[in-house]
């Protein structure tokens, strides 16, 4: 069961080292992912949380709400290299999916994922995530209807 916490004193630093293990080609660095949060921290419209199973730290996600669209925008969801392979994306998505149902402010989630992440792909359209045809800056953005 996986969990989202949000960043903190505690997990900071742990996220600034967590290495995705694709060496930045299909996810950007937890670091550029922070200061991106901070950026759009003010809109109060980008959320970064931590991803935990049990108490392990095994990754980190982040989302941006469009309301005026209806739209959850899943920006980042990285797994620590250590911790590939064993589901937690997958149960993250599983996860925020409800809670974006259940909120009633989407209509939808979109996602993306850079051109040749197969394993991203795969994952996303495993839990029914759609291509739109829109393919941004290398990035093909999929969207799952609520």
């Not at 949060?37 to 949380?49: I, K, M, R």
């Not at 937690?88 to 999916?97: D, E, F, T, V």
């Not at 989630?109 to 995530?129: C, P, Q, S, V």
Request: charged share 25%.
């Amino acid at each position: 069961m996986v969990s989202f916490r949000s960043i903190d004193k505690k997990n900071f630093y742990s996220l600034l080292k967590m290495d995705p293990g694709d060496g930045g080609k299909f996810v950007a660095s937890n670091a550029v992912s922070l200061a991106e949060a901070w950026l759009y921290y003010e809109s109060h419209d980008t959320h970064p949380f931590a991803v935990y199973h049990a108490e392990e730290l095994v990754g980190f996600m982040m989302v941006h709400e469009e309301p005026e669209k209806k739209v959850l925008d899943l920006w980042r969801l990285a797994i620590a290299k250590e911790h590939q392979g064993k589901g937690y994306g997958s149960a993250a998505l599983r996860k925020l999916i409800p809670l974006a149902r259940e909120s009633g402010k989407y209509a939808c989630i979109a996602i993306g994922y850079m051109e040749g992440n197969d394993r991203a792909k795969h994952i996303y359209e495993t839990l029914g995530f759609l291509p739109t045809g829109v393919v941004e800056d290398g990035e093909v953005i999929m969207r799952l209807d609520l």
